[in-house]
Protein backbone atom coordinates (compact mmCIF):
# COMPACT_ATOMS: atom_id res chain seq x y z
CA UNK A 1 0.00 0.00 0.00
CA UNK A 2 0.79 3.39 -0.84
CA UNK A 3 0.88 6.18 1.72
CA UNK A 4 1.10 8.72 -1.06
CA UNK A 5 0.61 8.97 -4.71
CA UNK A 6 2.10 10.93 -7.30
CA UNK A 7 0.63 14.47 -8.00
CA UNK A 8 2.66 16.42 -10.47
CA UNK A 9 0.83 15.38 -13.81
CA UNK A 10 -2.03 17.78 -12.09
CA UNK A 11 0.30 20.48 -11.56
CA UNK A 12 -0.25 23.39 -13.18
CA UNK A 13 -3.75 22.44 -14.79
CA UNK A 14 -7.25 23.98 -13.99
CA UNK A 15 -9.77 23.08 -11.49
CA UNK A 16 -12.08 20.01 -12.76
CA UNK A 17 -9.01 18.63 -15.05
CA UNK A 18 -9.65 15.03 -15.04
CA UNK A 19 -6.45 13.20 -14.54
CA UNK A 20 -6.14 9.37 -13.24
CA UNK A 21 -4.00 9.63 -10.20
CA UNK A 22 -2.66 6.42 -8.89
CA UNK A 23 -2.52 2.88 -9.72
CA UNK A 24 -4.16 1.24 -13.12
CA UNK A 25 -5.85 -2.07 -11.30
CA UNK A 26 -7.83 -3.11 -14.43
CA UNK A 27 -7.71 -3.10 -17.76
CA UNK A 28 -11.12 -2.99 -19.04
CA UNK A 29 -13.96 -0.74 -17.67
CA UNK A 30 -16.80 -3.12 -16.08
CA UNK A 31 -20.44 -1.14 -15.75
CA UNK A 32 -23.37 -3.16 -14.05
CA UNK A 33 -26.49 -2.05 -13.52
CA UNK A 34 -29.33 -2.80 -10.90
CA UNK A 35 -32.81 -1.43 -10.86
CA UNK A 36 -35.07 -2.68 -8.13
CA UNK A 37 -38.21 -1.89 -5.98
CA UNK A 38 -41.25 -3.88 -4.22
CA UNK A 39 -41.67 -7.16 -5.96
CA UNK A 40 -39.28 -5.92 -9.10
CA UNK A 41 -35.19 -6.79 -9.74
CA UNK A 42 -33.28 -6.16 -13.27
CA UNK A 43 -29.75 -7.02 -13.19
CA UNK A 44 -27.45 -6.34 -16.56
CA UNK A 45 -23.96 -5.18 -17.63
CA UNK A 46 -23.44 -2.38 -20.48
CA UNK A 47 -20.38 -1.24 -22.45
CA UNK A 48 -20.77 2.42 -22.21
CA UNK A 49 -22.98 4.68 -19.39
CA UNK A 50 -24.88 5.62 -22.83
CA UNK A 51 -26.65 2.25 -22.51
CA UNK A 52 -28.31 2.66 -19.30
CA UNK A 53 -31.56 3.94 -19.75
CA UNK A 54 -32.29 7.44 -17.92
CA UNK A 55 -36.69 5.94 -17.31
CA UNK A 56 -39.12 8.09 -14.84
CA UNK A 57 -40.15 4.69 -12.81
CA UNK A 58 -39.95 5.51 -8.96
CA UNK A 59 -37.41 2.19 -8.67
CA UNK A 60 -34.07 2.83 -7.41
CA UNK A 61 -31.14 2.26 -9.73
CA UNK A 62 -27.40 1.26 -9.06
CA UNK A 63 -25.08 1.44 -11.56
CA UNK A 64 -21.68 -0.09 -10.26
CA UNK A 65 -18.66 0.74 -12.08
CA UNK A 66 -15.13 -1.77 -12.22
CA UNK A 67 -12.44 0.83 -12.81
CA UNK A 68 -11.48 4.66 -13.37
CA UNK A 69 -8.37 5.49 -15.50
CA UNK A 70 -10.60 5.97 -18.75
CA UNK A 71 -11.76 9.47 -18.30
CA UNK A 72 -13.82 9.64 -21.39
CA UNK A 73 -15.97 7.04 -18.68
CA UNK A 74 -16.35 9.19 -15.74
CA UNK A 75 -16.97 12.18 -18.49
CA UNK A 76 -20.20 10.57 -20.09
CA UNK A 77 -21.45 9.44 -16.54
CA UNK A 78 -20.72 13.70 -15.74
CA UNK A 79 -22.93 14.46 -18.29
CA UNK A 80 -25.48 11.93 -17.83
CA UNK A 81 -26.22 12.88 -13.81
CA UNK A 82 -25.76 15.91 -13.80
CA UNK A 83 -22.20 15.56 -11.62
CA UNK A 84 -19.90 18.44 -10.76
CA UNK A 85 -16.99 18.98 -12.53
CA UNK A 86 -14.73 19.13 -8.92
CA UNK A 87 -16.64 15.39 -8.12
CA UNK A 88 -15.28 13.98 -11.35
CA UNK A 89 -11.91 15.30 -9.97
CA UNK A 90 -12.14 13.45 -6.85
CA UNK A 91 -13.11 10.43 -8.39
CA UNK A 92 -10.29 10.00 -10.71
CA UNK A 93 -7.60 10.81 -8.12
CA UNK A 94 -7.55 7.55 -5.99
CA UNK A 95 -5.43 9.64 -3.38
CA UNK A 96 -8.84 11.02 -1.18
CA UNK A 97 -9.65 11.42 2.02
CA UNK A 98 -12.66 9.93 3.14
CA UNK A 99 -14.89 12.58 3.11
CA UNK A 100 -19.04 13.54 2.76
CA UNK A 101 -19.62 16.54 -0.25
CA UNK A 102 -22.97 17.80 -0.23
CA UNK A 103 -24.19 18.75 -3.68
CA UNK A 104 -27.74 19.58 -2.99
CA UNK A 105 -29.52 17.38 -5.30
CA UNK A 106 -27.24 14.57 -4.78
CA UNK A 107 -24.30 13.78 -2.30
CA UNK A 108 -20.83 12.41 -2.57
CA UNK A 109 -18.74 9.81 -0.40
CA UNK A 110 -15.04 8.49 -0.66
CA UNK A 111 -13.79 6.18 1.12
CA UNK A 112 -11.07 3.19 1.60
CA UNK A 113 -11.94 -0.61 0.74
CA UNK A 114 -9.20 -3.12 2.50
CA UNK A 115 -9.00 -6.98 1.65
CA UNK A 116 -6.21 -9.22 1.91
CA UNK A 117 -4.08 -9.87 -0.86
CA UNK A 118 -2.55 -12.63 -2.62
CA UNK A 119 0.52 -13.28 -0.75
CA UNK A 120 0.22 -13.83 3.19
CA UNK A 121 0.49 -10.45 4.98
CA UNK A 122 -0.52 -8.17 1.96
CA UNK A 123 -3.32 -6.01 2.30
CA UNK A 124 -4.62 -4.21 -1.12
CA UNK A 125 -5.90 -0.77 -0.77
CA UNK A 126 -8.58 0.29 -2.97
CA UNK A 127 -10.78 3.98 -2.90
CA UNK A 128 -14.86 3.73 -3.65
CA UNK A 129 -16.45 6.45 -4.50
CA UNK A 130 -20.67 6.74 -4.00
CA UNK A 131 -22.87 9.45 -5.54
CA UNK A 132 -25.99 9.06 -4.27
CA UNK A 133 -29.44 10.95 -4.93
CA UNK A 134 -32.89 10.22 -4.82
CA UNK A 135 -33.10 6.90 -6.37
CA UNK A 136 -29.91 6.59 -7.96
CA UNK A 137 -26.57 5.52 -6.82
CA UNK A 138 -23.63 4.92 -8.95
CA UNK A 139 -20.14 3.38 -7.26
CA UNK A 140 -17.27 3.41 -8.24
CA UNK A 141 -14.15 0.73 -7.72
CA UNK A 142 -10.38 0.79 -8.57
CA UNK A 143 -10.60 -2.91 -10.28
CA UNK A 144 -13.38 -4.64 -11.33
CA UNK A 145 -13.47 -6.90 -8.70
CA UNK A 146 -16.78 -8.07 -7.10
CA UNK A 147 -16.28 -6.40 -3.65
CA UNK A 148 -20.11 -5.84 -3.18
CA UNK A 149 -21.07 -9.36 -3.71
CA UNK A 150 -23.02 -9.68 -0.13
CA UNK A 151 -25.34 -7.08 -1.36
CA UNK A 152 -25.62 -8.25 -4.35
CA UNK A 153 -26.83 -11.49 -3.25
CA UNK A 154 -29.20 -9.88 -1.26
CA UNK A 155 -30.90 -7.89 -3.80
CA UNK A 156 -30.88 -10.50 -6.09
CA UNK A 157 -32.41 -13.33 -3.82
CA UNK A 158 -34.98 -10.52 -2.19
CA UNK A 159 -33.25 -11.05 1.12
CA UNK A 160 -33.39 -7.73 3.86
CA UNK A 161 -34.60 -4.96 3.65
CA UNK A 162 -33.03 -3.44 0.18
CA UNK A 163 -35.64 -3.97 -2.03
CA UNK A 164 -38.12 -2.23 0.11
CA UNK A 165 -35.97 0.78 0.89
CA UNK A 166 -34.76 3.88 -1.03
CA UNK A 167 -31.13 4.66 -2.42
CA UNK A 168 -30.21 5.88 0.84
CA UNK A 169 -30.36 2.57 2.70
CA UNK A 170 -28.09 1.15 -0.48
CA UNK A 171 -25.81 3.40 0.83
CA UNK A 172 -25.89 2.34 4.08
CA UNK A 173 -25.33 -1.36 3.06
CA UNK A 174 -22.54 -0.59 1.08
CA UNK A 175 -20.47 1.32 3.38
CA UNK A 176 -21.29 -1.32 6.07
CA UNK A 177 -19.97 -3.98 3.86
CA UNK A 178 -16.91 -2.04 3.16
CA UNK A 179 -16.81 -1.23 7.16
CA UNK A 180 -17.24 -4.81 8.47
CA UNK A 181 -13.65 -5.75 6.10
CA UNK A 182 -12.08 -3.58 8.65
CA UNK A 183 -12.96 -5.93 11.44
CA UNK A 184 -11.20 -8.63 9.25
CA UNK A 185 -8.16 -7.37 8.67
CA UNK A 186 -7.22 -6.00 11.76
CA UNK A 187 -7.70 -10.16 13.03
CA UNK A 188 -5.24 -10.85 10.62
CA UNK A 189 -2.97 -8.40 11.77
CA UNK A 190 -3.78 -9.34 15.48
CA UNK A 191 -2.81 -12.67 15.23
CA UNK A 192 0.40 -11.41 12.89
CA UNK A 193 1.40 -9.06 16.07
CA UNK A 194 1.08 -11.93 18.52
CA UNK A 195 3.04 -13.92 16.48
CA UNK A 196 5.58 -11.41 15.91
CA UNK A 197 5.66 -10.57 19.95
CA UNK A 198 6.50 -14.24 20.29
CA UNK A 199 9.44 -14.10 17.90
CA UNK A 200 10.96 -11.16 19.25
CA UNK A 201 11.67 -12.86 22.69
CA UNK A 202 12.75 -16.27 21.55
CA UNK A 203 14.64 -15.43 18.40
CA UNK A 204 15.06 -11.49 17.19
CA UNK A 205 16.32 -10.84 13.92
CA UNK A 206 16.82 -8.82 10.82
CA UNK A 207 13.49 -10.06 9.15
CA UNK A 208 11.64 -9.25 12.73
CA UNK A 209 12.45 -5.79 12.27
CA UNK A 210 11.54 -5.77 8.72
CA UNK A 211 8.15 -7.02 10.05
CA UNK A 212 7.73 -4.84 12.51
CA UNK A 213 7.71 -1.84 10.62
CA UNK A 214 6.12 -3.31 7.56
CA UNK A 215 2.90 -3.98 10.60
CA UNK A 216 3.60 -0.39 11.72
CA UNK A 217 3.14 1.13 7.81
CA UNK A 218 -0.31 -1.19 7.55
CA UNK A 219 -1.45 0.57 11.11
CA UNK A 220 -1.16 4.01 10.05
CA UNK A 221 -2.66 3.64 6.51
CA UNK A 222 -5.73 1.93 8.50
CA UNK A 223 -5.55 5.38 10.59
CA UNK A 224 -5.79 7.76 7.95
CA UNK A 225 -8.78 5.01 6.60
CA UNK A 226 -10.85 5.19 9.27
CA UNK A 227 -10.04 8.43 11.58
CA UNK A 228 -11.61 10.47 8.82
CA UNK A 229 -14.52 7.80 8.32
CA UNK A 230 -15.82 8.87 11.45
CA UNK A 231 -16.93 12.78 10.58
CA UNK A 232 -18.44 10.86 7.47
CA UNK A 233 -21.13 8.54 9.06
CA UNK A 234 -21.53 11.42 11.96
CA UNK A 235 -22.66 13.89 8.96
CA UNK A 236 -24.58 11.07 7.71
CA UNK A 237 -26.40 10.22 10.49
CA UNK A 238 -27.34 13.75 11.06
CA UNK A 239 -27.56 15.12 7.91
CA UNK A 240 -30.59 16.58 6.96
CA UNK A 241 -30.34 16.18 2.98
CA UNK A 242 -33.68 15.44 1.10
CA UNK A 243 -32.78 12.18 0.19
CA UNK A 244 -31.70 10.81 3.89
CA UNK A 245 -34.77 9.06 5.53
CA UNK A 246 -34.88 9.33 9.00
CA UNK A 247 -34.91 5.67 9.72
CA UNK A 248 -31.97 4.92 7.76
CA UNK A 249 -29.90 7.49 9.80
CA UNK A 250 -30.28 5.08 12.57
CA UNK A 251 -28.17 2.35 10.82
CA UNK A 252 -25.78 4.98 9.64
CA UNK A 253 -25.61 5.62 14.04
CA UNK A 254 -24.53 1.73 14.21
CA UNK A 255 -21.70 1.84 11.45
CA UNK A 256 -20.70 5.13 13.45
CA UNK A 257 -20.17 2.80 16.30
CA UNK A 258 -18.32 0.14 14.58
CA UNK A 259 -15.73 2.83 13.54
CA UNK A 260 -15.35 4.00 17.10
CA UNK A 261 -14.55 0.37 17.97
CA UNK A 262 -12.43 -0.22 15.18
CA UNK A 263 -10.05 3.21 16.02
CA UNK A 264 -9.95 1.90 19.80
CA UNK A 265 -8.92 -1.36 18.03
CA UNK A 266 -6.45 0.51 15.65
CA UNK A 267 -4.73 2.80 18.44
CA UNK A 268 -4.52 -1.31 20.88
CA UNK A 269 -2.61 -2.63 17.82
CA UNK A 270 -0.40 0.54 17.06
CA UNK A 271 0.89 0.93 20.59
CA UNK A 272 1.62 -3.10 20.86
CA UNK A 273 3.62 -2.42 17.76
CA UNK A 274 5.17 0.09 19.80
CA UNK A 275 5.88 -1.60 22.42
CA UNK A 276 7.22 -4.59 20.56
CA UNK A 277 10.66 -2.86 19.08
CA UNK A 278 11.27 -2.00 22.58
CA UNK A 279 11.30 -6.17 22.93
CA UNK A 280 13.28 -6.43 20.02
CA UNK A 281 16.07 -4.53 21.26
CA UNK A 282 15.82 -5.22 24.51
CA UNK A 283 16.00 -9.06 23.05
CA UNK A 284 18.58 -8.13 20.93
CA UNK A 285 20.85 -6.27 23.75
CA UNK A 286 20.31 -9.35 26.07
CA UNK A 287 21.14 -11.94 23.66
CA UNK A 288 24.68 -9.38 22.42
CA UNK A 289 25.19 -9.42 26.53
CA UNK A 290 25.58 -13.28 26.47
CA UNK A 291 28.24 -13.09 23.48
CA UNK A 292 30.24 -10.50 25.16
CA UNK A 293 29.49 -12.53 28.84
CA UNK A 294 31.32 -15.22 27.11
CA UNK A 295 34.12 -14.00 25.45
CA UNK A 296 35.00 -11.79 28.34
CA UNK A 297 34.64 -15.31 30.60
CA UNK A 298 37.22 -17.32 27.81
CA UNK A 299 39.36 -13.63 28.09
CA UNK A 300 39.45 -14.02 31.98
CA UNK A 301 40.78 -17.55 31.87
CA UNK A 302 42.88 -17.05 29.36
CA UNK A 303 44.78 -14.39 30.82
CA UNK A 304 46.53 -15.78 33.76
CA UNK A 305 47.18 -18.68 31.12
CA UNK A 306 48.65 -16.11 28.78
CA UNK A 307 50.63 -14.98 31.60
CA UNK A 308 52.57 -17.89 32.80
CA UNK A 309 53.08 -19.21 28.98
CA UNK A 310 54.81 -15.45 28.54
CA UNK A 311 57.52 -15.71 31.28
CA UNK A 312 58.46 -19.17 30.15
CA UNK A 313 58.51 -17.93 27.06
CA UNK A 314 61.21 -14.98 27.68
CA UNK A 315 64.33 -17.42 26.79
CA UNK A 316 66.35 -16.04 29.79
CA UNK A 317 69.68 -17.81 30.53
CA UNK A 318 69.17 -18.80 34.16
CA UNK A 319 65.92 -19.90 34.67
CA UNK A 320 65.67 -23.21 36.56
CA UNK A 321 62.79 -24.32 35.44
CA UNK A 322 64.15 -25.02 32.08
CA UNK A 323 66.94 -27.27 33.10
CA UNK A 324 64.28 -29.39 35.43
CA UNK A 325 62.99 -32.54 33.53
CA UNK A 326 59.63 -31.93 35.21
CA UNK A 327 59.57 -28.17 34.61
CA UNK A 328 57.51 -28.59 31.20
CA UNK A 329 54.53 -30.77 32.72
CA UNK A 330 54.74 -28.93 36.33
CA UNK A 331 53.98 -25.44 34.63
CA UNK A 332 51.08 -27.17 32.56
CA UNK A 333 50.03 -28.22 35.72
CA UNK A 334 50.11 -25.24 37.24
CA UNK A 335 48.35 -23.55 34.33
CA UNK A 336 45.70 -26.15 34.47
CA UNK A 337 44.83 -26.22 38.08
CA UNK A 338 44.73 -22.32 37.30
CA UNK A 339 41.80 -22.39 34.91
CA UNK A 340 40.05 -25.07 36.77
CA UNK A 341 39.78 -22.85 40.01
CA UNK A 342 39.40 -19.73 38.11
CA UNK A 343 36.09 -22.01 36.01
CA UNK A 344 34.91 -23.05 39.79
CA UNK A 345 35.25 -19.65 40.93
CA UNK A 346 32.85 -18.39 38.20
CA UNK A 347 30.17 -21.36 39.20
CA UNK A 348 30.09 -20.26 42.47
CA UNK A 349 29.20 -16.76 41.42
CA UNK A 350 26.56 -17.75 38.82
CA UNK A 351 28.25 -16.10 36.01
CA UNK A 352 28.04 -19.35 34.06
Known amino acids: MKLKHK ?19 SETVTISVYEYGEGQFQERTVSKPDEIAMTGEPTVRWVDVGGIHKMEVLESFGKMFGLHP ?10 QRPKLDDYGSYGYVVLKMLYEGDREGDINVEQVSLVFGENFLLSFQENGGDVFQGVKERLRNGKGRLRHAGADYLLYALMDSIVDRYFVILETLGERIEALQDLCVTNPGPETLRDIHGLKRQLLFLRRSVWPLRDVMNNLSRSDGQFLQGSTKVFFRDVYDHIIQIGDTIETLREMVSSMMEVYLSSVSYRLNGVMKVLTIITTIF ?29 LGVMAATGLAMLYFFKQKKWL
Do not use: Q
Not at 86 to 95: G, K, P, Q, R
Not at 307 to 315: D, P, Q, R
Not at 318 to 324: A, N, Q
Open 303 to 331: MPLSFIASIYGMNFEHMPELKSPWGYPAV
Open 7 to 25: HSRKAGLPPGTLVHIGEKK
Open 86 to 95: LLLEDIANTD
